[in-house]
């Protein structure tokens, strides 16, 4: 069975993202795929500063994550978007898990050979599509293969209903489908 890891890259408690990524959690489930869904604001760390990493080291909780990345297979992630890019605590997360703790670890441990599959819901009329495409380049750089399909989902605050899914049901099923797909290339390369 593979193990998913979802998230959302939004520290905010009613994060539209965090919504949109436990929907594509639940079709990763329904495809067989082990989910574990996390919330970023549970891995509190410093704005990464190699300064900082040598005098003290990675941080516990940035170590905790990287340790979930690299126990996992894939992510399902959900990025808001800050100024037509990702926010700035998916970057700093993705940066400290990128990071070496021994000379003997390989380069990015936590990423190489996994694969993603990226959404984004915003207030605006793109729906947070802007920035996937950063995230996009992003992941691709440092090993993650991320699958072609992705969501971005306009218009947030009208888009979800009250238990969590989406109004329109296609957009609900698109983001169904994107955990389904994600579990299933994962199952087709361990093969």
Do not use: C
């Not at 593979?2 to 998230?7: D, E, G, H, T």
């Not at 795929?33 to 003290?56: G, H, S």
């Not at 380049?137 to 209903?161: M, R």
């Amino acid at each position: 069975m593979n193990k998913i890891l979802a998230f959302a890259g939004s520290g905010r408690k009613q994060s539209y993202n965090k919504k949109l990524a436990a929907i594509a959690a639940r079709g990763a489930e329904q495809a067989g795929a082990e989910v574990t869904i996390i919330d970023l604001a549970d891995y509190p760390a410093p704005i990464f500063n190699q300064d900082l990493e040598q005098e003290q080291g990675m941080p516990d909780k940035a170590r905790e994550f990287k340790n979930l990345l690299i126990a996992h297979d894939g992510f399902l992630i959900a990025s808001p978007e800050y100024n037509s890019a990702f926010s700035p605590l998916l970057k700093n997360m993705i940066d400290w898990a990128s990071r070496k703790e021994s000379v003997d670890e390989a380069p990015l441990l936590a990423y190489k050979g996994k694969y993603a599959a990226i959404m984004a819901t915003s207030p605006g009329a793109l729906g947070g599509l802007r920035g996937l495409v950063f995230l996009r380049l992003l992941l691709n750089n440092i090993g993650v293969t991320v699958l072609p399909d992705q969501q971005a989902i306009a218009k947030a605050a009208q888009a979800f209903a009250e238990d969590g899914s989406l109004v329109d049901k296609q957009q609900h099923q698109a983001v169904l489908d994107l955990g389904q797909k994600l579990a299933e290339t994962i199952d087709r390369q361990a093969r």
